[in-house]
């Protein structure tokens, strides 16, 4: 069983094995997130023991192919590749399994989607309705209140802030990753009747209880109908980002013609790359627009475009950027960096 994120330690040391009829069960929680994988197994033997979570994954070192395990009163047997390893029963009590009951549709994701939906999620423990992935109507929204990443996913779906330690888990995954709201029928460890939510993918399950905090109103950060608007290639886009600012400038060469230059700036050093537009949708300049950005920020949005070519929007060089694929469902918004850091980087 994989070891929870690091942005959620364990409090409990230990594994809970459980034999059932043609499968095995582990289980492990940080009171944040009650972890599952269902193994598929030969026998008919059903039984449960505590081990140790360090001498399990120890034992495991160095084994391959089929095991076979047994468990008794006192200890937990693996024998595989020639070698067997006795574990004996942690005196501990397990903590009480979250009795998850649906409260409706699931959401059905990509791994991808996922990750893309982390990109702009926050960090600071100070603001934990920002730590959460909110789920809004079949949208993923994140935000550090520096950039914001919408992600759709689908016309419509539940609304509930997810952790983001319990989504890191499935963005590496291969496959479908569903991700369903529900409630618990009884009080676990205080928490009552909070929503919770569960995620699935392959044989492994997180249950966890929803976030806390009003996530921001982020709908009016979305500009409509920009007065810049321009298509280009994503790939050309990044491969003109560096250093640790980039100033964006467009300059009007002649009618209906706009040319895209990037200034990168970091410590001694300065670069200039003239990006190709594709299309100019809205753009009727009377001087150049410029604007700086976080060269991370727009590196780490750019990752997150599934597609070829981006969208670019702008409306002001204090105002937010958007950078979007062109089906519209994968969306960033950047702040640009403010005067006085522009300043202080020139």
């Known amino acids: 069983m994989a070891e929870p994120n690091a942005t959620s330690t364990p409090e409990t040391a230990v594994i809970q094995v459980t034999s059932l009829l043609g499968a095995l069960m582990l289980r492990r929680t940080c009171f944040d997130q009650y972890q599952q994988s269902v193994l598929l197994a030969q026998g008919a033997a059903q039984d449960t023991i505590l081990v140790d979570a360090k001498r399990l994954a120890h034992a495991l070192k160095g084994m ?11 200890q ?5 590749t020639g070698r067997t390893v006795r574990i004996r029963t942690a005196d501990l009590v397990f903590p009480k399994w979250p009795p998850f009951e649906s409260t409706g549709p699931k959401a059905v994701l990509g791994a991808s989607e996922l990750a893309w939906a982390l990109t702009s999620v926050g960090t600071d423990d100070t603001l934990p309705q920002l730590t959460a992935v909110s789920f809004d109507d079949g949208a993923m929204v994140t935000t550090d209140r520096f950039r914001l990443t919408r992600i759709k996913y ?5 609304t509930a802030p997810v952790p983001s330690a319990a989504l890191r888990a499935f963005a590496k995954n291969e496959g479908i990753v569903y991700v369903e709201p529900g409630k618990c029928s009884e009080e676990v460890d205080g928490w009552g009747s909070n929503p919770w939510v569960e995620l699935t993918a392959g044989v492994r399950t997180v249950i966890t209880v929803t976030g806390e905090g009003q996530f921001p109103q982020w709908k009016r950060l979305i500009p409509v109908d920009a007065p810049v608007r321009l298509m280009l290639h994503r790939g050309d886009l990044l491969k ?3 250093g640790d600012e980039i100033t964006i400038t467009l300059m009007p060469t002649g009618k209906n013609k706009t040319t895209m230059t990037v200034r990168s700036v970091s410590d001694g050093m300065e670069t200039e790359q003239e990006v190709k537009l594709i299309q100019t949708n809205r753009y009727e300049p009377e001087e150049p627009f ?3 950005l976080r060269s991370k920020y727009v590196k780490d ?4 475009v599934g597609s070829g070519m ?3 929007d702008a409306s002001a060089p204090d105002k937010p950027v958007v950078f979007q694929d062109v089906a519209e469902k994968q969306l960033h918004i950047i702040m640009p960096v403010r005067p006085s850091r522009q300043a202080k980087a020139s």
């Open 76 to 80: 937990l047997v693996i024998s595989a």
């Open 64 to 74: 391959s192919g089929w095991a076979t395990i047994t468990i008794n009163d006192e």
């Open 154 to 158: 689908a016309e419509s779906g539940f």
């Open 301 to 304: 949005c750019m990752r997150g």
């Open 240 to 242: 003109a980002v560096d």
């Open 310 to 312: 981006v969208l670019f």
């Open 290 to 292: 410029t604007v700086t």
